[in-house]
């Protein structure tokens, strides 16, 4: 099959780096070849949500939102528990932040590889990195060799997981984000694990994001809008 009929479907969540991965996507595969896949898992935030939604418009998507809720059933993380606090800053320590809900990666990756089937798109995008990020294992580079592994098997489908942001800094992938036209976009796309917008700017997921832009010497999108807006 040619790289010309080739389709894409990118697991959107709302933030910075599906946001990017998605315009990536467009790039290389062409306007009428990409779809966007949400997962609705509980999340405490549902700006998230709105998000995706509005970000697939923008880009003239096909959006699908699909129920994966038993990650609130299973409760003990702060994405979905409204009893925990995500933690605030920067980590020195190797353990996971309560921020980290174990599966969630690998179930999306599974659902969107199932979706992927029944529509005949054989690459699935994911904005995942392990670099600069928190650790998370289901992020890295062998979990996801695994896992596209064990799904080409278990589904006998030639499925291609892609990860284009695995090993770049933040600064970088705001570079990408330049690169495939993906800035418009950004303004309307959601990072803060205090589900606050304007966003709350302390908690690791902002410093992170502030960090990539400050380094890379661009303004966040994001930041202007409700700068202009203010
Ligand atoms: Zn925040």
Redesign the pocket.
Known sequence: MSKACEKALVVLSGGQDSTTCLYWALQRYGHGNVEAVTFDYGQRHRIELDCAATIAKLAGVRHTVLPADTFGALGGNALTDASITPEQGSRSDDALPNTFVPGRNLIFLTFAAALAYQRGITNVVTGVAQTDYSGYPDCRENTLKALELSIRLGMDFPLNLHAPLMFMSKAETVYLAQEVGAMEALAFSH????G?QP?????A??ELRAKGFAEAGVPDPLIERFAREA
């Open positions: 990072t803060c694990y205090n606050v966003p709350c700017g302390h908690c997921s902002c």
